[in-house]
């Protein structure tokens, strides 16, 4: 089974309460921290679902993001969060992914762990930020002369997310991968929409593929099921 690029875009979480206002969806006061609560022992548990072209099922499992003990890993300090199948494929080991703040505390990088060391520290989710508004995580240009770079971009602040019978604000993200080869041909590579509700923190995740023929169609799906925020747990 194929598993989706973080949660890490994954992963994360709504902290604090506030409402999304202005015109950069943000409210006075507010920074990332509003919508990120590290605090350790803070879990999100999914219901994934991979699928063909068609639509069809090919597998489902559970998987659980868990937030762990601060930790240092020099030049930087931030938190381990672990995702790993407590369902179908019992996978115990995880990922494990390091997590800190911006010093402005307004975009969350994440960087995995392999042997003690992190791979290159990159931008996952910055808040706040207006509707249409695009942030550029990182850009690449590569011996071949192929360019590869990560866009955000923020769709909506105006949708909402039904859990147990109430509706949450959520903020709805896309995260769009594009190659420029070296003939300056664009095309899309990779294509993530990421859901973010208020109280709970990530909830939905749809990962895009392509066909032969070029059109996107949905191969995973997750959807939150149960979760535990600052002390808060709630089962669906």
């Not at 019978?165 to 896309?174: D, E």
């Amino acid at each position: 089974m194929k598993t989706s690029r973080l949660f890490f875009l994954a992963t994360l979480t709504l902290g604090l309460l506030a409402s999304c206002k202005s015109s950069t969806d943000s409210s006075p006061g507010e920074n990332i921290s509003t919508y990120i609560s590290l605090a350790s022992g803070n879990y999100w548990n999914f219901f994934q679902t991979d699928l063909d072209s068609n639509g069809a099922t090919k597998s489902v499992d559970t998987l659980q993001f868990i937030v762990g003990d601060p930790m240092n890993v020099p030049p930087h300090a931030g938190n381990l969060w672990v995702r790993h199948s407590i369902g179908k494929y019992k996978d115990d080991s995880g990922d494990s992914l390091f997590v800190t703040l911006s010093d402005a505390k307004n975009i969350l990088y994440y960087g995995r762990i392999s042997q003690g060391t992190t791979k290159p520290i990159l931008p996952t989710l910055k808040y706040p930020m207006a509707v249409g508004e695009e942030f550029k995580m990182w850009d690449t240009t590569f011996a071949d002369h192929t360019r590869q770079y990560e866009v955000l971009t923020l769709v909506s602040s105006s949708e909402s997310f039904a859990f147990n019978g109430t509706n949450y604000p959520m903020l709805h993200y896309t995260d769009n991968r594009i190659t420029v080869d070296s003939l300056g041909t664009q095309r899309d590579t990779s294509r993530l929409d990421l859901f973010f509700a208020k109280g709970i923190g990530p909830v939905r995740l749809l990962d895009y593929s392509k066909t032969d023929g070029g059109r996107w169609y949905v191969f995973t799906k997750q959807e939150l099921i149960e979760y535990k925020v600052l002390s808060v747990h709630v089962v669906k």
